[in-house]
């Protein structure tokens, strides 16, 4: 029970590695504030917390409008009071090179996986600040510290959340507020399945993705949504008490290269 009276917002919970992190601070007893635009699976994932014996709401919401934020910590607080931890989990993977890169999706990309990011730090911080504190964990990528081909819109992104993670962190920790970013590698989460996940794409073959995975990550394999959640949880626990301005690295030694 890490987290037991702990409220946490989790945006981007309907699926992959916002899903395994609600769950598992279900399990942690923490009380849970989960946001997605999929309100069939949203309504799906609050059903299954609430099951742990946790309280959980469901906020469908679009994180590229303001107003829809908003909308999510007037919830939070109307609901349970204060919010002690914040998981940046919601975003896209878009590809593409500088010259094939359109206006339309580098800016779909900066809005969903950079404004959103300070949009909800904007708003819960103030809150944090008044009631001694709290924790944000921003959800990064292995390529926040290297980067990689044809990935450019995306890799600019994860690049922006390492550095606005660890300016943040800088900014309050005489505020007892703590930022850290959590930065898995490929992990294997169900959208992958899904046509247009990936921008102009066909859906993910498994076979394909296992032998993709095996010929470049050390450990011979994509990651898990649950093994991320783990991580996830570290840095928004107790347990990572003196832990700050940190990009932790969950990519099975793909960096180490």
């Not at 699926?15 to 849970?32: H, N, P, Q, V």
């Not at 949009?119 to 819960?124: E, H, P």
């Not at 993910?204 to 898990?224: D, Q």
Request: hydrophobic content about 40%; proline content about 2%.
């Amino acid at each position: 029970m890490r987290l037991k009276n702990k409220v946490a917002i989790i945006t981007g919970a309907t699926s992959g590695i916002g899903k395994a992190t609600a769950l598992r601070f279900a399990d942690e007893g923490a009380t849970l504030v989960l946001t997605g635009r999929r309100l069939n699976l949203g309504e799906s994932i609050q059903a299954e917390c609430r099951q742990k014996g946790v309280r959980c709401v469901f906020v469908e919401a679009d994180h590229t409008k303001m107003e829809e934020c908003q909308r999510v910590v007037d919830v939070a607080l109307k609901e349970f009071n204060r919010i002690d931890i914040l998981f940046n989990n919601a975003g896209i993977v878009t590809k593409g090179t500088a010259d094939t890169t359109t206006d339309e999706v580098w800016q779909n990309t900066l809005d969903i996986n950079v404004t959103a990011v300070w949009r909800m730090c904007n708003l819960v911080i103030p809150y944090m600040k008044k009631q001694g504190g709290g924790v944000i964990v921003n959800n990064g990528s292995d390529w926040s510290v290297v980067a990689g081909k044809n990935a450019l819109p995306y890799i600019m992104s994860k690049g922006a959340v390492g550095m606005m993670t660890k300016a943040m962190a800088l900014d309050y920790a005489r505020e007892n507020i703590r930022v850290n970013a959590v930065c898995p590698g490929d992990t294997f989460v169900d959208r992958w399945m899904e046509k247009g996940y990936f921008e102009n794409s066909t859906p993910v073959k498994l076979e394909e993705a296992i032998k993709e995975s095996s010929a470049y990550i050390p450990m011979g394999r994509f990651g898990k949504p649950e093994e991320i959640a783990n991580a996830v949880l570290f840095l928004a626990s107790d347990e990572s008490s003196f832990v700050t301005g940190h990009l932790l690295l969950v990519d099975g030694g793909n960096t180490a290269q």
